[in-house]
């Protein structure tokens, strides 16, 4: 099985299947490794947990494994993202989606009075303004649909389409080419809906509307966490942590879209409704230009030292990691591991030796990084307890 995991590893392949297609976040997991590591590592009805959880690759897999899934991150669009991506519709749902979708198709209307509120103005700085008010209509007329499962649906496919549209693009649709990719978008993520619960029915061993039964979403920091442990003591301890923090020292852009250069904006929190008012080093666990990086490893410290309240002895804790400067990160990051009590142990896998990758499908790194500064490797870190 572990060769299933190298050769998941060094997959090229598009990522697609299930609701993987329904937004691009960065420096994300390919499920084919996500699912061999589970696969490995859990039997049925296992927890995974994934503290770095990003847009929820984890969460998908884990649930077409027939585990449970915690999954917590910081960023309000990853929890978001993870939380649409695992909430089942009905037919009613579905139709009623549709039908809204007719409706905006023949009705949009540039000249419509639609006022932001004062709250959002903010978040939509350097959007040319047809995206602007293009994404107002639909997000006010996204109002009509009955509940919030339905209005997530919508507001996720906006958010897609508007990360397409615009996010390190060099030129701008008109909004007559931005509302036709919306509806394609939807129709999409539909089509995917509804295989992905096809797949659940023969998973998971209860109906896919009690599905919040083998899954729980938090927004939170992972320092601290074990001082509320209330939401999550029926979760854990967790069989595996499967997951890939923040990479230290390299600039990934996790909570704002770039726009015509470096031009930057926060409109993806007013598309999912969720104020922010952090900075990308609150995303990243520190500041990447920091000498030593001695924030990231702190905040690296606290989270982990935190996490071991979540795990019991026998619970292995799977990591895919990049490092700006490996030569001294790798070793300063396992020696925080070992500090807390983590011993590594790629002997589970029947390695010799830690095994590294070259980074596949390097578009978003270049996009992201300063590549004087960079490494095109990644890690695959395993530790136990010790």
Known sequence: MNNKIIEALNSEDII?????????????????????????????????????MGCGTTGVEALVCGRRFLGIDINPIATFLAQVKTTCLTDKDFDAICTWLDRISASMNLHSKITLQNKWIPYVRNLPWWITKTIAILLFKSNSLK????????????????????????????????????????????????AYQDTLRDSIDVP????????????????????????????????LILTSPPYPGVHVVYNRWQIRGRKETPAPYWIINSPDGNGL????????????????????????????????????????????????????????????????NVCSLNFDERFSRNIPNRKWYTQYSDLSNSTEREYLLIHKMG
């Not at 490794?33 to 859990?42: G, H, L, P, S």
């Not at 009690?210 to 001082?227: D, F, H, M, T, V």
């Open 16 to 52: 697609s299947g299930n609701t993987h297609s329904f937004y691009n976040y960065p420096a994300r997991f390919h499920p084919k490794f996500v699912k061999a590591v589970i696969e490995y590592f859990t039997e049925k009805g296992d927890c995974v947990l994934d503290p770095f």
């Open 147 to 194: 509940n919030d499962q339905q209005k997530n649906f919508v507001r996720c496919g906006i958010l897609a389409t508007g990360q397409c549209a615009l996010d390190c693009k060099k030129t701008i649709p008109t909004s007559k080419t931005f509302l036709i990719s919306f509806i394609d978008k939807i129709y999409s993520m539909i089509s995917d809906l509804r």
């Open 208 to 239: 896919l509307s009690q599905l919040n039964r083998r899954r729980k979403i938090l927004c939170s920091p992972i320092a601290g966490i074990e001082n509320d442990m209330r939401q999550i003591t029926k979760w854990t301890p967790a069989k």
């Open 281 to 344: 080093s609150y995303y990243t666990l520190g500041d990447r230009q920091q000498k030593g990086l001695a924030k990231y490893f702190l905040n690296l410290k606290h989270s982990f030292n935190s996490l071991k309240s979540l795990l019991h002895k026998d619970s292995i804790i799977v990591q895919l990691i990049g490092f700006s400067k490996p030569s001294w990160q790798l070793h300063r990051y396992l020696e925080i591991m070992e500090e807390l009590g983590f011993k590594e």
